[in-house]
């Protein structure tokens, strides 16, 4: 999708598409189209149910004076609410209902109502952004669709007062895109194509964007002592890897201790990142298995943040770590009874060899805690079933033993439509992970409380380290499509982070 910025004069064809606010309400640009088509608009609006709210789209059939190909109504919403994701959001349907129509080429027209925040500038780069998102797609293993079954729409216009300004605001936005897009692929790629091997190796690709990668093998993380991690790919035929991948923007403030003995150490990303989940010797039931793929989402999702980062040149200092292993029964595969010890020390009792994001984790975030000495974690994964059964498909269930940070995480979610919702610990649900015969066990045994025991689990390797965990499971991979985001992989996360970083980690005071 080629998007592109100009003045605010009508398309003499393509597709045109316009805004209207609540209760019908025409942006200028409607008004204009809809008097030099002598009330085609206001005609099409008196005869359908369409009423301008957001994420609402009418089709309207283009007089054939016009030399349009369509003319696409796009639902704002009330005037005063419209903001930077009611803008993407619009982006995104207006792509969903022209990119089946064979139409090669669209013109979008944005203004800033009246006591917008936003300028027009600001508002076309978001829509525009919308609009790129939305137009990803997962193709490269369809060898027989036909060209007039793929979408014909290539270029898109956006219509606004100063264009200039517009195009650097979405230059910044289409990196982000680029990082979404990064995890979508490596989300959407198939199990026997993406294993822990090829996922470090396109992590390695961010060396090009000047992220410093190193790939830990099998030998490196014995010396280590991760055995938590390499427990779970003992049974696997590709080799367990850890990618540690670090972010140093221009002036970002990269000692471990400021002058005021403040902590000024990295932002880290932690990722669970099990290409594929068996279950192990725990074998799950076949109905839906092939779904595991995606259960390295949390690694996709932080390798996707720091392309972004990189891409747009942040000025944070920025770690991710992620842990890739794939967990498979096999007459080597961990058993459920297995004694491990962690990196951290600390002992686990295997009791369900399906609990292995947690054990993959319980090194990652140590290793990124002792060797980074960071200001804050966060982690990402796709961990439990339990998060999906509490919060569905809306939220990120979300654990922290920092407030501040919890906080800056909800916020910055709440801004990029990637939302999470603050879940509770407490001593009671972590005493639930003590085992008889080890320090630990994977698994509390009991069904309550399942997303809440495995981020006790987490907890206890993290120490004081300021940390957040996202149970991305029931956000990573999406069922139906949604207004920027097409089903499949989501890319949940990048943006998200993203945003955090650049709101509360980027300049040199904080
Ligand atoms: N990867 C799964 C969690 C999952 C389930 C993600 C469904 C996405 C959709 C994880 O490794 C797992 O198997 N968790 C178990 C934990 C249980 C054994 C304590 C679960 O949630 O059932
Ligand atoms: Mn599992
Ligand atoms: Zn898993």
Same mark, same amino acid.
């Given at each position: 999708?080629?998007?592109?910025?100009?003045?605010?004069?009508?398309?003499?064809?393509?597709?045109?598409?316009?805004?209207?606010?609540?209760?019908?309400?025409?942006?200028?640009?409607?008004?204009?189209?809809?008097?030099?088509?002598?009330?085609?608009?206001?005609?099409?609006?008196?005869?359908?149910?369409?009423?301008?709210? =957001?994420?609402? /789209? *009418?089709?309207? %059939?283009?007089?054939?004076?016009?030399? +349009? @190909?369509?003319?696409?109504?796009?639902? &704002? !919403?009330?005037?005063?609410?419209?903001?930077?994701?009611?803008?993407?959001?619009?982006?995104?349907?207006?792509?969903?209902?022209?990119?089946?129509?064979?139409?090669?080429?669209?013109?979008?027209?944005?203004?800033?109502?009246?006591?917008?925040?936003?300028?027009?500038?600001?508002?076309?780069?978001?829509?525009?952004?919308?609009?790129?998102?939305?137009?990803?797609?997962?193709?490269?293993?369809?060898?027989?669709?036909?060209?007039?079954?793929?979408?014909?729409?290539?270029?898109?216009?956006?219509?606004?007062?100063?264009?200039?300004?517009?195009?650097?605001?979405?230059?910044?936005?289409?990196?982000?895109?680029?990082?979404?897009?990064?995890?979508?692929d490596l989300v959407s790629e198939p199990p026997?194509?993406?294993?822990?091997?090829?996922?470090?190796? =396109?992590?390695? /690709? *961010?060396?090009? %964007?000047?992220?410093?990668?190193?790939? +830990? @093998?099998?030998?490196?993380?014995?010396? &280590? !002592?991760?055995?938590?991690?390499?427990?779970?790919g003992q049974g696997s035929a590709k080799e367990?890897?850890?990618?540690?991948?670090?972010?140093?923007?221009?002036?970002?403030?990269?000692?471990?201790?400021?002058?005021?003995?403040?902590?000024?150490?990295?932002?880290?990303?932690?990722?669970?990142?099990?290409?594929?989940?068996?279950?192990?010797?725990?074998?799950?039931?076949?109905?839906?298995?092939?779904?595991?793929?995606?259960?390295?989402?949390?690694?996709?999702?932080?390798?996707?943040?720091?392309?972004?980062?990189?891409?747009?040149?942040?000025?944070?200092?920025?770690?991710?770590?992620?842990?890739?292993?794939?967990?498979?029964?096999?007459?080597?595969?961990?058993?459920?009874?297995?004694?491990?010890?962690?990196?951290?020390g600390q002992t686990i009792e295997i009791q369900? /060899?399906?609990?292995?994001?947690?054990?993959?984790?319980?090194?990652?975030?140590?290793?990124?805690?002792?060797?980074?000495?960071?200001?804050?974690?966060?982690?990402?994964?796709?961990?439990?079933?339990?998060?999906?059964?509490?919060?569905?498909?809306?939220?990120?269930?979300?654990?922290?033993?920092?407030?501040?940070?919890?906080?800056?995480?909800?916020?910055?979610?709440?801004?990029?439509?990637?939302?999470?919702?603050?879940?509770?610990?407490?001593?009671?649900?972590?005493?639930?992970?003590?085992?008889?015969?080890?320090?630990?066990?994977?698994?509390?045994?009991?069904?309550?409380?399942?997303?809440?025991?495995?981020?006790?689990?987490?907890?206890?390797?993290?120490?004081?380290?300021?940390?957040?965990?996202?149970?991305?499971?029931?956000?990573?991979?999406?069922?139906?499509?949604?207004?920027?985001?097409?089903?499949?992989?989501?890319?949940?996360?990048?943006?998200?982070?993203?945003?955090?970083?650049?709101?509360?980690?980027?300049?040199?005071?904080?």
């Amino acid at each position: 999708m080629k998007v592109t910025f100009a003045k605010s004069t009508p398309p003499r064809r393509g597709a045109y598409v316009v805004g209207v606010y609540a209760e019908r309400k025409l942006t200028p640009a409607a008004r204009a189209l809809d008097r030099a088509t002598r009330g085609v608009v206001m005609r099409a609006l008196a005869a359908s149910r369409f009423k301008g709210k =957001a994420r609402q /789209t *009418l089709q309207v %059939l283009a007089p054939a004076r016009s030399g +349009l @190909g369509a003319i696409l109504l796009v639902g &704002l !919403g009330e005037a005063k609410k419209v903001d930077a994701l009611v803008m993407q959001e619009a982006g995104g349907t207006a792509y969903a209902a022209l990119s089946g129509n064979g139409i090669g080429s669209v013109a979008v027209a944005v203004d800033a109502p009246e006591g917008s925040k936003l300028t027009a500038a600001d508002l076309a780069a978001e829509l525009a952004f919308g609009f790129k998102l939305r137009s990803y797609r997962f193709d490269k293993y369809r060898t027989k669709e036909k060209p007039e079954d793929k979408p014909a729409l290539k270029t898109a216009a956006i219509l606004c007062a100063e264009p200039d300004k517009a195009r650097a605001r979405y230059g910044r936005l289409e990196r982000i895109a680029d990082g979404v897009f990064f995890t979508r692929d490596l989300v959407s790629e198939p199990p026997n194509v993406l294993y822990p091997e090829t996922l470090a190796e =396109a992590a390695r /690709t *961010l060396t090009k %964007l000047g992220v410093k990668v190193e790939v +830990l @093998g099998v030998k490196e993380m014995r010396k &280590l !002592g991760m055995n938590a991690l390499l427990g779970v790919g003992q049974g696997s035929a590709k080799e367990s890897k850890l990618v540690v991948m670090e972010w140093k923007g221009a002036g970002a403030a990269t000692k471990t201790k400021g002058k005021d003995g403040k902590e000024t150490g990295p932002v880290a990303f932690v990722g669970k990142g099990v290409t594929f989940d068996t279950g192990g010797i725990s074998l799950k039931p076949g109905a839906g298995m092939e779904e595991m793929k995606w259960d390295m989402g949390g690694a996709g999702a932080v390798i996707g943040a720091m392309k972004a980062l990189a891409g747009r040149k942040s000025k944070a200092h920025a770690v991710g770590v992620v842990g890739l292993v794939e967990n498979m029964p096999d007459g080597n595969a961990q058993r459920p009874g297995d004694i491990v010890k962690s990196m951290s020390g600390q002992t686990i009792e295997i009791q369900n /060899t399906d609990a292995e994001g947690r054990l993959v984790l319980a090194d990652a975030l140590w290793y990124c805690k002792t060797r980074f000495k960071p200001k804050l974690m966060i982690d990402l994964a796709t961990l439990t079933g339990a998060i999906v059964v509490a919060l569905g498909h809306e939220m990120a269930g979300m654990y922290s033993n920092n407030d501040e940070l919890a906080s800056r995480i909800f916020e910055a979610g709440g801004k990029v439509g990637e939302r999470v919702w603050r879940m509770p610990l407490g001593p009671a649900y972590d005493k639930m992970m003590d085992s008889d015969i080890a320090d630990m066990k994977n698994i509390s045994g009991r069904r309550d409380a399942g997303s809440t025991t495995a981020a006790q689990f987490l907890q206890r390797f993290v120490d004081k380290t300021p940390w957040a965990h996202l149970d991305i499971a029931g956000m990573a991979w999406a069922g139906k499509d949604m207004a920027t985001v097409p089903k499949g992989g989501t890319g949940y996360g990048v943006r998200l982070l993203d945003r955090l970083v650049a709101d509360f980690y980027e300049s040199l005071s904080r």
